[in-house]
Every structure is written in C-alpha cells, then in structure tokens.
C-alpha cells in the first residue's frame, strides 16, 4: 500500500493552489489601482510585486507537484 494517500495530498495541493492564486489576485488588483500605486509609499508597491513574483513561484512549483501525482 502506497504511503501516500495521492487523493488526500491532491486536494491539499489544490486548495494550496486555489489560496495562492487569490493572493497573486489580490496583489495584482493593488497593482492595478492607479490610485494604490499613485499614492501608496514605494516600498508598498515594491512589496506588492514582490508578492506577485513569489506566489507566481509557489503557484508554478504546486503545478508541477499536482501533474506529478496526476501523472503517477
């Protein structure tokens, strides 16, 4: 018996997934408000792009793991 339980490991990388999308979403919809961006210190806004680049990473490596088990 494998031991992994790949059902139960699919749906926590998914919710992982789904959680770590809603953060880029919000990050970008910060990015995407002139006003945010006009009147926020830059070091707000720097850390909103920061944010984007690191989900976009973790997003990518959830991905990879979720094909794995797909594919197994």
Do not use: C, H, T, W
Not at 19 to 29: F, I, L, P, V, Y
Not at 45 to 59: L, P, T
Not at 64 to 70: P, Y
């Amino acid at each position: 018996k494998d031991l992994i339980d790949f059902d139960k490991e699919l749906q926590r990388l998914e919710k992982e997934l789904k959680d770590a999308q809603s953060e880029m979403k919000r990050a970008q919809g910060k990015l995407n408000n002139k006003g945010f961006v006009e009147k926020a210190p830059q070091k707000l806004v720097d850390e909103e792009k920061a944010k984007i680049e690191k989900y976009s990473q973790i997003i990518k490596k959830i991905e990879e793991n979720i094909g794995q088990i797909k594919n197994r």
